[in-house]
């Protein structure tokens, strides 16, 4: 089961770059179809992204599998 954190576009560029503990590391939310950006859940448990922890853990989750998530966007709508 994969878990997405649901975030809009002013809270994608929130967090959006590079990690101020780890600089290799950034958070890159995905836009979906319909002004909505992801991040794995997985983020959560990342030292690298520790600073935004708070913040993200009190947004909205939604399973991957749960067909209320919007689509990737294609390349043409890219």
Do not use: C, K
């Amino acid at each position: 089961m994969t878990m997405f954190i649901l975030l809009t576009g002013e809270q994608a560029d929130h967090v959006r770059g590079p990690s101020a503990i780890t600089p290799s590391a950034a958070l890159a939310p995905v836009e979906r179809q319909g002004e909505l950006f992801v991040l794995g859940i997985e983020v959560l448990a990342d030292p690298a992204h520790m600073a935004h922890w708070d913040y993200l853990a009190l947004l909205p989750q939604l399973d991957g599998n749960d067909p209320s998530l919007p689509e990737a966007l294609s390349a043409v709508d890219a």
